[in-house]
């Protein structure tokens, strides 16, 4: 019944007015209160009658923490220590964060056969709910990922006024936040997020994400409802985006539910791109039909690919039930993207291989806790961060399994923009078991068995494979995060419901299984975290499919300011690296063996941004070690991790607030799909193809520049690349040793075709101490910029460097309003750039920001650039 969620997205005019008859949000208007405060029960408190006068406003879909920030009985828990001023629910019991929410509705009572729908999409952890003083579930609720679903029809008021009251109950083990993974482990015992009660790289969140949490909305349908379509679309053969395509196949299935006390025949249709199949269907009275549609055959079909190898082409297919009279009793648009997905064991790198379409694919992705620490989602932000990971060149996101299953929206936007996605299932090596842990209360033996309840597991994956399986973007569903399932969870999602639900794809035991990467290395399968010397990306080989690497990933210093107070905006001590109590509560890892090489720093804005330079670097070097081993080595690689829901000081290419660090464009070149690298080891320059077709007829430009802007060139020689391969071109060891020896050097690379430059990397090496001297005695470069109003509605950025000076090296641009506070979010077509003597770049700044901004100015400031503010002209 909950299938309707995901049609949103780039609906036909018509589509649209048929949704909006059929259903609508309970979004607005919700009261609130502690359930301790409240002297009546369900039945008399969902009386329309009855008065809620002095209760507070509640934000549904949200958490009971939301609610209490929004009506600022708490402060901001993701803004310095506050967090700590909030009451915990471990040490004050659930009692404290019990609380009836309640919703009064127009809504008349259908007529005819006509059926009335209450979805809940999202409770944490236990509900009762009451209907115009009616008790709708037989048994309380428990599970914050099982949806809802109440047949509301004969409890509608007769005027139309109708009340909904809701007692939420905490997790009955919401756990000690001892600051333990996941605390002491207890909040495991439930089927819920772990995460919650703190982690590495977050504080626990007192009220453990308690309340109504997602989407709540009314449906309406006839006498036959559609319930749970299960779209298969099969690609037979090798494709190619470009090619004219052969005919693909679409299975459809679907569930229909008669709700009167008559049978009902009529027509069930399916159909997409004007094509459809038929069939003649009987539906017993207060009964259901499973049926499975004749196969339809579409021809020329546009396929769905993977982000950075072909367009994610989407149809809008219909499911509609038409009875013997002809009337219409319910339609379901569902957004199809015609693709499929194979995976194979690569015997060479010992690691899993996965194709898209019948073309095997590198695997580029990042790792994803959820949206926001307190669930609060909306399909905006969704849409922006999954397009930040698409402008970073990766192609999967991986959903980690101490959080969720991610929502609908989150997946439509990864259909949008072709990131595929790794599923986790609720557990993690931390609270279940894998290792032994003083911080955790019970034993591994105990642990091991967690949830306790094993059929409201079981109940909640069937659940959310419904929900999701009709996503193009979904690829592979994952038991755990490090661990696998309860053996008995394990055999029943393995052997009966992943095969029953959704056999299409590929089911990994656990995040670092064998069935992923073979571990030949031992320990757990996962990391390094943290900085890196550059060397161990390329020439330290790892797990052949990692699942978990990374580094650093702090934001710059307007990035600090957002969440760290006045008086905590210090540097980090030059000498020893140590920070203060609130960097430290923020999860700072320190990067000071790896800044001292930039030279001293003043304060804060200094030192954040040679931690720039820091971030660009770690993740450029990560991706492109990767890459330069792919199909020997790897055949894949998923950062940890690529964002943070709370305002942690570590493994994010962009802050909570989505204003990205240069970690998110060093990751953006190391990644892009035609790419020029060198390794800093043996000095050899190769280029990397992640497409399907030859790269042919570049020339290969290699050209140094030291601190004075001199250049020397290299090279210049005709190269081409294989698809979806790596070839070496040469070694430049020796020259630029001796050219970096003193004070560093830049070093540009480039593949050009007789139309332009068609792959650029930049490079600034250390001299022969590992030091950056060159960087310090960078002149003023004169920079030269605009701003123009472009055709499609973003802005163009305009950056011209004299020639006969230095490099302008390493510039941030910001699109900013009056005040000079930065405008997000926003996206570039890249930054932290460096533009080369006599030469010029634009940069492109996009989305909807940059439309209703009629004030904003571009700021502009690099390492030798001053910063200055550009009118857009």
Known sequence: MYRKISVFMGLMLIGKCLLAQQQYELNSGWQCNIAGSVKVNGEKLSDPAYSITNWQPATVPGTVLTTLINNKAVPDPMFGMNNEKIPDIYHTGND??????????????ASADGQVWLHFRGVNEGCDVFLNGHKLNNNTHFGAYLRQTYNITPWLAKNGNNRLAVIVYPPKYPGNPNGG???????????????????????????RNTGIWDKVFIEKTGAISLKDPHIITKVPGVRKPQ??????????????ENSTSKPITGTLKFSVAETSVTSKVAIP???????????????????????????????????????????????????????????????????????????????????????????RFTKDRYDAEVKFHRDMNLNLIRIWGGSLTERPEFFEACDKYGLLV????????????????????????????????????????VDQVKMLRNHPSLAFWCGGNEITPPADIMAAMKDSILPKL???????????????????????????????????????????FNSEVGSVGVGDYESLARFLPEENLVAPDPATGKVDAVWNYHKYISYNNAIS??????????????????????????????????????????????????????????????????????????????HIMYNPIDGMVSGVNNTFSYARDMMLELRTFDHLGHDSVLTKVFVEIGPTSVQKFMSVAATINKLKEKDGIFFSLRLVKADGIVADNFYWLPNGD??????????????????????????????SNPANGPVAFFNRISLVNAKHERILPVFYNDNYVSVLPGETKTILVSGELTKMSPDAQIEVYGENVESQYIVIQ
């Open 96 to 109: 404290q964060y019990t609380y009836w929410f309640v919703k009064d509705f127009k809504e008349l009572p």
């Open 502 to 544: 959704d056999g299409t794809r590929y089911f990994f035991d656990y995040s670092n299984s064998d069935s992923m990467s073979y571990n030949h290395l031992g320990g757990n399968g996962d990391g390094p975290y943290g900085i890196q010397p550059i060397s161990v990306f390329w020439g330290e080989r790892t797990f052949p």
């Open 243 to 256: 090619d004219p395509q052969q005919p693909a196949i679409i299975n459809t299935a679907v569930t229909l």
């Open 422 to 461: 790794f599923q986790d299932f609720w557990m993690s090596g931390d609270c279940n078991g894998r290792w032994t842990d003083p911080m955790k209360k019970e034993d591994q033996w105990t642990r091991r068995q967690y949830p306790d309840d094993h059929g409201l597991f079981l109940a909640s994956v």
């Open 770 to 799: 590992g030091k950056y001297t060159g960087l310090s005695k960078l002149s003023t470069a004169k920079l030269q910029c605009t701003a123009s109003r472009a055709d499609a509605g973003g802005i163009k950025v305009t950056l």
């Open 285 to 375: 009275a207060k009964g259901t039909a499973s049926i499975t549609l004749p196969q339809l055959t579409l021809q020329h079909p546009k396929l769905w690919w993977p982000a950075g190898y072909g367009d994610q082409h989407l149809y809008k297919a219909t499911l509609s039930f038409t009875d013997q009279t002809g009337k219409q009793q319910d339609i379901d648009t569902i957004v199809v993207g015609v693709r499929e997905i194979q995976t194979y064991w690569n015997a060479h790198t010992n690691s899993r291989e996965i194709a898209v379409n019948g073309q095997k694919i590198f695997i580029k992705g990042g790792n994803w806790i959820t949206s926001d620490a307190l669930f």
């Open 597 to 674: 090489p930039y030279g001293e720093f003043k304060d804060l804005k200094q030192w954040a941004n040679k931690a720039q330079l820091v971030n660009y670097d770690q993740y450029r070097a990560l991706m492109e070690g990767f890459s330069a081993h792919m199909w020997d080595w790897y055949t894949g690689v998923i950062i940890w991790k690529t964002q943070n829901p709370w305002t942690a000081l570590r493994g994010q290419m962009y802050d909570y607030y989505l204003d990205p660090n240069a970690c998110l464009y060093g990751t953006r070149k190391g990644a892009e799909p035609l």
């Open 181 to 207: 993974q996941g605390g002491d482990g207890t909040i495991a015992k439930g089927v819920g997020p772990q995460y919650t009660a703190g982690w590495d790289w977050i504080q626990p969140m007192r009220d």
